[in-house]
């Protein structure tokens, strides 16, 4: 027996993984065994040393020679480099995600507003508690190597690193889901990816499997609206609504109970993009949302979202409104239940590396922090099980917890021993408790932190079926179509006619159609036409339209973020370009400058370097396009097309000057809604301009779009 009991979870050498040790920092040992903190400016994780090395540390002179028996001879199997660089190629790779492969991520900050104590006792939702967060966004279907821009679920994961431990939000941007059962999981996502025998089409539904399964598994229907609609395209993650899809329950420091959903708000608004905006930016920059997402943040312009909370009494049968709470096929509008706004979050930095940090993160619903439970939504209930199953796999092991972007910030000390890539150093002799010999770790009481479940009743038989309230697959659809806006109703008919006339087999359409008759008679009979089909019956219920679930704009929001084009070229107006880029910066948002050929645009005192050319710029890249006056004369072809593009896609196109005259001779109809003319960029020109771009989409424009 030793003389002395010794800390059974004493922390490694405060040394990053490759080594390094933080120079000029403080390094302290918490009581507990608790982890070495590093505070210095130096990140002990990055590659160090002026001199490259082998991952042992071992200086080389040469790494573009084998060791060879002589220069033409056969490579040696000595050559301990050789080896150990082509074995760590080979290896680079790890399994990308089954869904959700094609993601996108940042680093940000969570401050709570402090409201939220009566419902809950997590510590990260006190007033005023900053915590910080990794998120990532993604599309479900897509392999890693997809667009971005698919008619798609996106994801919407959350890792707070909280001083209880790590909580994972792991959402999407819409509310609810195509299954109510995760059981059925494999199914979907086999039903939605690329037919097994050509590997084709990626990233998208528009085929015969996915119609397939939905069409016949009629609780589908609500999310297929869902996915339908623009939702299923957003203009960018920051202008993209969160959801956390199910009910949880939450405690209170007095132990009284409330279900729950959570809501991610944006900031910036919701908005989305056009069916042929997403097209082309599919083809002309597959990394549209990523791209929009870094270069923000980069620029000083983060994305932001307020946390809310919709809150439900915690009763028996679990409803709300006649509305099944574990249903995550469902709902609950918010006229009936107001989201309460309980905090921000705000993403301002980019990944290091992608790899380290994007690809590995490992989200998981497990994740709680005390004040926040799961319940019985056989959805939750699944991925309980499943999300950390995955991480074996992907990560190579249990110990995926240990690398840096999963390591939570609050003290670990596990018992949990060895197993692939185990980093941690381990002390003592008895992992085990009870034990009498290690200064081991004593579990919590509830009144230390320690998460404790409330007790609640369980009991019933072992069956294989849902509840009775599971069984209404439309009315929540037909709720879904009745709160939209005309132009928004034309889009979701689009997009069914679309996908469903990239099917083959005729039955499906068919039985796709009878779906729809029970969610709108209109929406059933206006993509029958599309397709050239009969329309069928159905049975539609009456229901009340809610208003939050709609997307078009009655006032301006904000335009951070929002990048306005503007054309010019040899003659332009440059001290208006001067003028115009300070009001748009003023309010958070980019000025391009867009010209004939490349270069630097010089007149007088002013001059701007030119970031785009017809030859390298689409539409999807500007929220807005401004011509500039002074070249009054200016046509090409390629200009044409650029303003046809943003004048069918119903964006705002501005002029000052003698501007309006490019705008006539490419076609572009002056006097239609959202162009904004003016002698000059003055303020009142710029406020004009601004503030349509506010609204996102001149929607009045798109009746005369249609026409045409």
């Known amino acids: 027996m030793p003389p002395k009991r010794k800390a059974d979870q004493a922390a490694p050498q405060a040394a990053g993984p490759t080594g390094r040790k933080a120079r000029g920092a403080n390094t302290t040992r918490a009581a507990g065994g608790e982890a070495a903190r590093l505070v210095g400016v130096q990140d002990a994780r990055a590659q160090s040393g002026n001199y490259l090395t082998t991952a042992q540390g071992v200086r080389l002179p040469d790494t573009d020679h084998s060791l060879k028996a002589g220069s033409r001879g056969p490579t040696l199997l000595e050559d301990f480099h050789l080896r150990e660089k ?29 409201n939220a104590t009566a419902a809950t006792k997590a510590g990260f939702l006190q007033e005023g508690r900053e915590t910080p967060v990794f998120v990532r966004f993604s599309t479900v279907l897509g392999s890693r190597g997809s667009a971005d821009t698919v008619r798609d679920v996106r994801g919407f994961a959350v890792k707070f690193y909280t001083d209880e431990g790590n909580f994972d939000l792991v959402g999407n941007n819409m509310p609810v889901f195509f299954i109510q059962d995760g059981i059925k999981f494999p199914d979907i996502i086999h039903a939605g990816k690329p037919h097994p025998d050509r590997e084709i089409p990626q990233a998208q539904s528009a085929h015969d499997t996915f119609w397939d399964f939905v069409s016949l598994h009629t609780e589908a229907t609500h999310h297929v609206m869902w996915a339908m609609s623009d939702r299923g395209i957003p203009r960018s993650y920051r202008t993209m609504e969160g959801f956390g899809v199910h009910t949880f329950r939450l405690v209170n420091g007095d132990g009284a109970t409330a279900l729950a959903k959570f809501h991610w708000k944006p900031v910036a608004g919701v908005h989305s993009l056009v069916w042929e905006e997403a097209q082309l ?30 809150l439900f009494p915690d009763s028996a049968d679990e409803t709300f409104e006649g509305i099944d709470l574990l249903d995550p096929t469902k709902l609950v509008p918010e006229e009936l239940a107001e989201v309460q706004l309980v905090g921000k979050l705000t993403l301002d930095r980019n990944p290091t590396n992608y790899f380290a940090e994007t690809e590995q993160v490992a989200f998981h619903t497990g994740n709680l922090v005390p004040g926040i439970e799961v319940t019985n939504d056989p959805l939750m209930q699944a991925r309980l099980f499943s999300y950390l199953d995955t991480q074996l796999t992907r990560l190579g092991g249990p110990n995926f917890t240990q690398l840096p972007i999963n390591c939570p910030h609050a003290a670990v000390n596990d018992n949990l021993r060895d197993g692939m890539h ?29 998460y404790v479940q409330v007790p609640r009743e369980i009991e019933g038989r072992a069956v294989r079926e849902s509840p009775v309230s599971f069984g209404d697959h439309f009315s929540q659809a037909t709720l879904f179509w009745a709160s939209m806006t005309e132009v928004e109703r034309v889009h979701i008919v689009e997009a069914f006619t679309f996908e469903l006339g990239k099917c083959y087999e005729q039955p499906i359409r068919e039985r796709m159609l009878g779906v729809l008759a029970n969610v709108d008679a ?9 397709l050239g089909l009969p329309a069928p019956s159905g049975a539609p219920v009456e229901v009340e339209p809610s208003p939050a679930l709609s997307q078009v704009l009655a006032e301006p929001g904000p335009i951070t973020g929002r990048v306005i084009g503007v054309f010019a070229g040899p003659g332009a107006d440059l001290a208006g370009v001067t003028k115009l880029r300070r009001a748009v910066e003023a309010q958070g948002a980019v000025l391009r400058l867009l010209a004939p050929i490349g270069g630097t645009l010089k007149k007088g005192r002013s001059e701007h370097i030119v970031e785009r050319t017809l030859l390298t710029t689409r539409s999807i890249e500007y929220d807005a396009l401004v011509v500039a006056g ?37 076609g572009i109809d002056t006097g239609a809604p959202g162009i904004v003319l003016g002698e000059s960029p003055a303020k009142a020109f710029t406020t004009e301009l601004l503030n349509a771009v506010g609204l996102h989409r001149v929607w009045e424009r798109a009746e005369q779009v249609m026409a045409s």
């Not at 080979?90 to 401050?111: K, L, N």
């Not at 597959?286 to 946390?307: K, N, Q, S, V």
């Not at 044409?640 to 001779?665: M, N, P, T, Y």
Request: glycine fraction near 12%.
């Open 86 to 114: 082509i074995t760590h190629f080979d290896h680079e790779r790890i399994p990308e995600r089954v869904v959700h492969a094609r993601g996108a991520a940042a680093h940000g900050t969570f401050t709570a507003y402090g």
């Open 630 to 666: 002074g070249i009054p004369d200016f046509t090409d072809v390629k200009l044409s097309v650029l303003l046809g593009e943003l004048f069918r896609h119903c964006k705002v196109i501005g002029a000052w000057g003698d501007g309006d005259q490019v705008l006539a001779a490419a």
């Open 522 to 530: 209109e929406l059933c009979a206006a993509v029958a036409e599309g």
């Open 281 to 310: 930016a599919a083809g002309a920059d597959p990394d549209f949302h990523r791209r929009d997402m870094a270069d923000g943040i980069e620029a000083g312009a983060p994305l932001e979202f307020e946390l809310g909370l919709q």
């Open 422 to 450: 185990q980093t941690a150093v381990h002390q003592g002799v008895s992992p085990y408790l009870p034990n009498g010999i290690d200064a081991s770790p004593r579990p919590a009481r509830e009144r230390e932190g320690g």
